[in-house]
Structures are given as structure tokens and as C-alpha cells.
């Protein structure tokens, strides 16, 4: 249904409701803590009934699906409360336009016209105001102190060690101050925690508080700027963009310490108790412990990290050119394939369960290689990432084709479909194969395309397929 017809509906209900009573109208409400009400700026409101709550969000839905670039910055529970505050407002001012001289009576079509326009600059006036820039921080477990490894990018993210980043960010003296008594174990937390909680404590002991209990234990901190973005949408995109950054230093790391590469909110690595008793009641008690980050000889990671910066510049020319796009639609074909092909990969890293690893290394080689489940056309890519020359598989490895149809067809397909029982059944050896097949094809893949982004952007621009026939001839083509 067009705006104005559903704005005509919305203001017909508010003003039928005006004059109900107090009772009737409370007696509406689905529980006694939700009015039936379109919010108004200041603090207002009109009270209404089912029948204008239904057409508001009727248009918030269609607003919502209009607009790709709110849907990016915005979280969808904020824009309905942005929604609704602007139907209010475009209520109140809806006066002005009736015709001179005119305050009641019939109105025609181009009355709800300026409504249905007041409603939209209201909505983009509201979205405005309330995607601030901001600098978002995500703690992280990457390296311990005695590597000595330094602040570096992943194209859009930049990760520094925990004092770094203090010295960067923390740049009022007197938080500073409080921070590095804490940091320097001059103060403990837990004694910092009083004094800063206390009643009447001061103003920066709290900020330094608020500071520390974010940073807790971990070393590293990842800070990716988001731009025109609502603060609860900034947080959740930001958070995945990091694990993104993060699967990319995992891709130069074998596969058990990637898993150790962790950020605040991933949940994979953790502590637990086992508790038993034998058949005579006797307690038998065990635990498992994993400790997040890597370490090493001294100094070891931080030569590494120095080695990996030009794999690390191209994955972070790609993941800059994904979060651009995302700030108001898709990314190019490639570029978003890419990226969403890297979250299955990380994901199928953490998890405990080895069958849905499986599942998760089958939809990030079926993503990645934009074969839309043909098993043929996901086997031509990735022998053309790994073995463009069509070398002989030599003893005792498996070739890329076995690979795939492991993976993909017997692994992902029967899985999910039920086919193939996966609790309890030994997937390890498959989980294998997944993982160093799409190692290879990420990191086969990353610099191409980051190459694609700086040199040959028109292929971005073309239909998918024939940017998949571009790119395998570019991969068969190499010496």
C-alpha cells in the first residue's frame, strides 16, 4: 500500500481515538505496559488503536526494505522506533498543510502527499542524528608481550598491543594516570574496582574503570572506524569485521594455533570441569583449559608477522573494499563471496563438532568459487587455484578433485540432508581436508583478487559468471 494511503489510515485512527475514553482506550493495549500509541518528538504521543499500529509498521516494513543504506547502519529495533517517531511528527505538523483558512473537513489526495514527505525527511532527519562516526574497539588474544610483535593493519583494521593502544586512546591525564597504576601494578583491579565504584568517586576514576574493565585480560585491541553508523549497528558490524581481520592472520597459522587468534565475544575457547562417579560412588573429577593467544621463542612471531605484512595488505585491500561497500548495499560479486567464504572458514575452525566443520568447509568452498552447489564447476575452480597445470597428484596425497567431492559431496551434502550421521561419528580426517583445501584457496585467492581491486576493477562491474570465467582463466594462466 502507497505512504499517503497509509499515513490517511494512521491519522483517521489517531483522530477517532482522541476522544475515547481514558479506560477504553487502556483496555486495548496488548499488556499493561504497552501503549497503543504513535510516539511524537519530546516525549509525546498519540494514542490509537490496533488498526493505525498495523499500517505504521506496514510502512516501517517498506521504508526498511527501501532503504539498503539504512539497513547497513542502522539495527533494525532502532530504525522502527525512528520510523514510528517520524509518522508522529509528520502527524503534528500536518496542519500547516491544509488549505488556508481551512482547520477541519475533508482533505484531498495532496494532503497525504505532503504527509508521505514529511514522513521521509523526518525518517532521514532522525537516521542522521543517529549514526555518529565513531572509533570502535575490540579487544583481542593475538600474541603474547615476549613476541614483541607490532602494531599493524588489516586494511580497514588496525590492531595494536594493549599499551599502544592506552598511549593512542586513553588522552586524558588523569584517566591516564589511573589506568597506568593499574596497568603498572601499582594498584590491583580488584582494589581499583572499590575506589572507582565507590560513592562520590570522581569522574575520570570511573572513565579509567569503564577503560580497564573493557580491556580486562586481554593483550591486543582491534579499532575499526565506523562511519554514519546508529552506535548498536556500529558495535555488531564492527565485532564482525574484526573476526574477519582476525580469520586473515589465521590463514597464515596452522590450524590449531589459529584457533588460539581470538577476539571479546567469540566463546570457543573456554574452561571445564568434568565430574564423574564409578559404580562403587567413588568421585572422579577432570577439566580442560584453553589458553588464548600464541607464544613461542621469544621474538619468534614477531619476524613472522614482519614476513606476512604483504599477504596481510592484499586481504586488507579486500576486506577495505567489502566494508566501503557495506556501508550502503552489497559489495562486488567477488569481493562479497570472498568475505563470506572467509566467516564460513573461521567459523568451521572454532567449532567443537567436526561434522559441522564439515558443513561450514563445504558452503565456504561453494561460496567461494560462486559454483551455486554444481560440485563440477566448484572442482574446475579450485584446480585452477591449486593445480592450474593439471600436475599429476603424487603419492599419497589427495587430489584437488577428491578433495572437493570429500568436502562438498560427501561431506556438506550428506550432512546436511540427513544423509550421513554426524554426532558421534569420526569426521576428523574429512575436517582435515577441509581445512587445508580452503587454506590454499584463500590464500590462493586473496592476493588475485585484492589484484582485481587495484588493477582490473571492471571485472567487479560485470555479471558474476563472467567474472568467475575472468578470474579462472587469470588463475589457469599463471606460471
Given at each position: 500500500?502507497?505512504?499517503?494511503?497509509?499515513?490517511?489510515?494512521?491519522?483517521?485512527?489517531?483522530?477517532?481515538?482522541?476522544?475515547?475514553?481514558?479506560?477504553?482506550?487502556?483496555?486495548?493495549?496488548?499488556?499493561?505496559?504497552?501503549?497503543?500509541?504513535?510516539?511524537?518528538?519530546?516525549?509525546?504521543?498519540?494514542?490509537?488503536t490496533r488498526t493505525a499500529i498495523d499500517a505504521a509498521h506496514t510502512?516501517?516494513?517498506?521504508?526498511?526494505?527501501?532503504?539498503?543504506?539504512?539497513?547497513?547502519?542502522?539495527?533494525?529495533?532502532?530504525?522502527?522506533?525512528?520510523?514510528?517517531?517520524?509518522?508522529?511528527?509528520?502527524?503534528?505538523?500536518?496542519?500547516?498543510?491544509?488549505?488556508?483558512?481551512?482547520?477541519?473537513?475533508?482533505?484531498?489526495?495532496?494532503?497525504?502527499?505532503?504527509?508521505?514527505?514529511?514522513?521521509?525527511?523526518?525518517?532521514?532527519?532522525?537516521?542522521?542524528?543517529?549514526?555518529?562516526?565513531?572509533?570502535?574497539?575490540?579487544?583481542?588474544?593475538?600474541?603474547?608481550?615476549?613476541?614483541?610483535?607490532?602494531?599493524?593493519?588489516?586494511?580497514?583494521?588496525?590492531?595494536?598491543?594493549?599499551?599502544?593502544?592506552?598511549?593512542?586512546?586513553?588522552?586524558?591525564?588523569?584517566?591516564?594516570?589511573?589506568?597506568?597504576?593499574?596497568?603498572?601494578?601499582?594498584?590491583?583491579?580488584?582494589?581499583?574496582?572499590?575506589?572507582?565504584?565507590?560513592?562520590?568517586?570522581?569522574?575520570?576514576?570511573?572513565?579509567?574503570?569503564?577503560v580497564l574493565s573493557s580491556l580486562r585480560g586481554y593483550g591486543w585491541?582491534?579499532?575499526?572506524?565506523?562511519?554514519?553508523?546508529?552506535?548498536?549497528?556500529?558495535?555488531?558490524?564492527?565485532?564482525?569485521?574484526?573476526?574477519?581481520?582476525?580469520?586473515?592472520?589465521?590463514?597464515?597459522?596452522?590450524?590449531?594455533?589459529?584457533?588460539?587468534?581470538?577476539?571479546?565475544?567469540?566463546?570457543?575457547?573456554?574452561?571445564?570441569?568434568?565430574?564423574?562417579?564409578?559404580?562403587?560412588?567413588?568421585?572422579?573429577?577432570?577439566?580442560?583449559?584453553?589458553?588464548?593467544?600464541?607464544?613461542?621463542p621469544p621474538g619468534a612471531l614477531a619476524a613472522k608477522m614482519l614476513?606476512?605484512?604483504?599477504?596481510?595488505?592484499?586481504?586488507?585491500?579486500?576486506?577495505?573494499?567489502?566494508?566501503?561497500?557495506?556501508?550502503?548495499?552489497?559489495?562486488?560479486?567477488?569481493?562479497?563471496?570472498?568475505?563470506?567464504?572467509?566467516?564460513?572458514?573461521?567459523?568451521?575452525?572454532?567449532?567443537?563438532?567436526?561434522?559441522?566443520?564439515?558443513?561450514?568447509?563445504?558452503?565456504?568452498?561453494?561460496?567461494?568459487?560462486?559454483?551455486?552447489?554444481?560440485?563440477?564447476?566448484?572442482?574446475?575452480?579450485?584446480?585452477?587455484?591449486?593445480?592450474?597445470?593439471?600436475?599429476?597428484?603424487?603419492?599419497?596425497?589427495?587430489?584437488?578433485?577428491?578433495?572437493?567431492?570429500?568436502?562438498?559431496?560427501?561431506?556438506?551434502?550428506?550432512?546436511?540432508?540427513?544423509?550421513?550421521?554426524?554426532?558421534?561419528?569420526?569426521?576428523?580426517?574429512?575436517?582435515?581436508?577441509?581445512?587445508?583445501?580452503?587454506?590454499?584457496?584463500?590464500?590462493?585467492?586473496?592476493?588475485?583478487?585484492?589484484?582485481?581491486?587495484?588493477?582490473?576493477?571492471?571485472?567487479?562491474?560485470?555479471?558474476?559468471?563472467?567474472?568467475?570465467?575472468?578470474?579462472?582463466?587469470?588463475?589457469?594462466?599463471?606460471?
Open positions: 500500500m502507497p505512504a499517503p494511503e497509509l499515513l490517511e489510515t494512521i491519522l483517521d485512527d489517531v483522530m477517532a481515538t482522541a476522544t475515547m475514553p481514558y479506560d477504553d482506550w487502556h483496555r486495548l493495549w496488548p499488556d499493561p505496559f504497552t501503549a497503543m500509541a504513535i510516539p511524537v518528538g519530546g516525549g509525546r504521543q498519540y494514542q490509537c510502512l516501517t516494513q517498506q521504508s526498511w526494505d527501501a532503504h539498503a543504506d539504512l539497513r547497513q547502519t542502522i539495527a533494525r529495533k532502532v530504525f522502527d522506533k525512528l520510523s514510528f517517531t517520524a509518522i508522529g511528527d509528520a502527524i503534528a505538523a500536518c496542519p500547516r498543510h491544509l488549505p488556508q483558512g481551512q482547520t477541519t473537513g475533508a482533505v484531498d489526495d495532496s494532503f497525504y502527499q505532503m504527509m508521505a514527505a514529511d514522513y521521509e525527511a523526518n525518517l532521514q532527519a532522525g537516521s542522521a542524528r543517529a549514526r555518529p562516526d565513531l572509533d570502535r574497539h575490540i579487544p583481542c588474544h593475538l600474541f603474547d608481550t615476549s613476541q614483541n610483535v607490532l602494531a599493524f593493519n588489516v586494511g580497514p583494521v588496525a590492531f595494536r598491543p594493549r599499551a599502544d593502544w592506552i598511549a593512542v586512546y586513553v588522552t586524558d591525564p588523569a584517566v591516564l594516570h589511573h589506568v597506568q597504576q593499574v596497568e603498572n601494578g601499582m594498584v590491583t583491579f580488584d582494589d581499583f574496582t572499590r575506589q572507582a565504584l565507590a560513592q562520590g568517586s570522581a569522574a575520570d576514576e570511573l572513565q579509567a574503570w569503564e585491541v582491534a579499532t575499526v572506524r565506523m562511519q554514519g553508523h546508529e552506535p548498536a549497528r556500529s558495535h555488531e558490524k564492527a565485532s564482525v569485521i574484526v573476526g574477519l581481520a582476525i580469520d586473515v592472520i589465521g590463514l597464515r597459522f596452522h590450524l590449531e594455533d589459529a584457533r588460539l587468534l581470538t577476539k571479546s565475544g567469540r566463546q570457543h575457547l573456554f574452561s571445564e570441569a568434568w565430574l564423574a562417579t564409578t559404580m562403587t560412588g567413588q568421585f572422579l573429577k577432570g577439566s580442560s583449559s584453553s589458553r588464548a593467544g600464541l607464544g613461542g614476513a606476512e605484512q604483504p599477504f596481510l595488505n592484499d586481504a586488507g585491500r579486500v576486506l577495505d573494499a567489502y566494508v566501503s561497500a557495506r556501508n550502503t548495499s552489497k559489495a562486488p560479486h567477488l569481493v562479497e563471496r570472498w568475505a563470506n567464504a572467509l566467516y564460513w572458514f573461521g567459523e568451521a575452525r572454532r567449532e567443537a563438532s567436526d561434522f559441522m566443520a564439515v558443513v561450514d568447509y563445504g558452503c565456504a568452498a561453494d561460496g567461494l568459487s560462486g559454483a551455486g552447489g554444481d560440485a563440477k564447476a566448484m572442482t574446475e575452480f579450485a584446480e585452477a587455484a591449486l593445480n592450474p597445470k593439471a600436475a599429476p597428484t603424487g603419492a599419497g596425497s589427495i587430489s584437488v578433485s577428491d578433495a572437493v567431492s570429500k568436502i562438498y559431496r560427501e561431506g556438506r551434502n550428506k550432512l546436511a540432508h540427513g544423509e550421513e550421521s554426524g554426532l558421534f561419528e569420526d569426521q576428523s580426517d574429512t575436517r582435515a581436508i577441509g581445512d587445508n583445501l580452503l587454506s590454499l584457496l584463500m590464500n590462493e585467492l586473496t592476493p588475485e583478487i585484492a589484484e582485481i581491486i587495484a588493477n582490473r576493477p571492471q571485472i567487479l562491474t560485470v555479471p558474476e559468471d563472467h567474472a568467475y570465467r575472468a578470474l579462472i582463466t587469470r588463475l589457469k594462466s599463471r606460471s
